[in-house]
């Protein structure tokens, strides 16, 4: 029996499709907890892989996991088919990396956040009750170089319970109200190189309303201290970042559009306009999943 499984596995080895040094750097961008809950899957395939080949001489063994609490009606995990496609972005990709998430807290901007606590807003631990995650990667050519794999958007959807979904939405608009500037210390790029400088954040909601029953598209961008010498900025301003987030029932996605997908960045070609079609098709790919539905 001990061979049989070693010989299977070996076999199921021979398979796998090892991710590419691109691929790698993309999932590290990812929020670490994405580490932990991959871990946690692969750990699970494996577990089953065991059960089966044990359990071959007679009826197959499942493996055994925790059950989860669910409503009584309504829909409770979050289906793939809630989340955007590639054909659902105005940049091409050909893959798809993804994992599931239980009690997962709603990321929005991490910095924004910590500007928040220190402005005397309670901390947003909004948790949810299922989450599903997914990066989107494409080959981009940017200034004539070579097609290299790059993400082209993140997304995350987060099922609320239904009391919390409205009001994670009014205590976002708090935290931008409150924060419309922040000062921090950072590394920033310089033509030298990694310098360190203060750098002033700045969040406002450019467009709201736009999908689902509640949408907002928030901008952060930044500014790098002056050089009282010479008047010019220590670094190199980062460019502005958008988020878009929308509600449906009680589903919220963040949407985090990459490079390829950030007016103004080289070799992007979209526009705010396309950003918000972007967040109005995920508002409808959530209605499959919504509580209730569209």
């Known amino acids: 029996m001990r061979d049989e499984f070693v010989e299977l596995v070996q076999r199921e080895l021979r398979d796998v499709r090892w991710a590419e040094p691109t691929e790698i750097r993309a999932l590290a961008r990812r929020r670490s907890r994405r580490t932990a809950v991959a871990a946690a899957a692969a750990l699970l395939v494996v577990a089953s892989v065991s059960a089966i080949v044990v359990g071959r001489a007679g009826t197959p063994v499942p493996p055994q996991v925790a059950a989860v609490p669910e409503p009584a009606t309504g829909r409770a995990e979050i289906p793939v088919e809630a989340m955007l496609t590639p054909d659902d972005v105005p940049a091409k990709s050909d893959e798809r990396l993804g994992d599931t998430g239980l009690g997962e807290r709603i990321r929005v901007d991490d910095i924004l956040r910590a500007c928040g606590q220190e402005r005397g807003l309670p901390a947003d631990d909004t948790a949810s009750r299922y989450s599903r995650s997914q990066t989107l990667i494409g080959a981009i050519s940017v200034d004539g170089f070579a ?57 406002t909601v450019a467009a709201s309303g736009f999908a689902g029953d509640q949408a907002i598209l928030l901008r952060h961008s930044m500014s790098v ?70």
Request: glycine residues 6%; contains cysteine; aromatic residues 4%.
């Open 225 to 294: 201290q002056v050089d009282p010498a010479t008047g010019e900025p220590v670094g190199i301003p980062p460019r502005p970042e958008d988020r878009l987030v929308v509600r449906v029932g009680d589903l919220v996605t963040v949407l985090v559009p990459e490079e390829p997908l950030q007016p103004g960045v080289p070799g992007s070609r979209v526009n705010e306009a396309q950003l918000l079609d972007v967040a109005r098709t995920a508002a409808r790919r959530m209605c499959v999943a919504a509580n209730p539905g569209c």
């Open 147 to 203: 097609p290299d794999k790059r993400p082209i958007i993140s997304q995350d959807v987060y099922r609320l319970e239904a009391k919390a979904a409205g009001p994670f939405f009014a205590d976002l608009d708090r935290l931008v109200a409150a924060c419309p500037a922040w000062q921090a210390v950072s590394q920033v790029q310089s033509e030298e190189g990694m310098t360190t400088a203060t750098v002033v954040h700045h969040w």
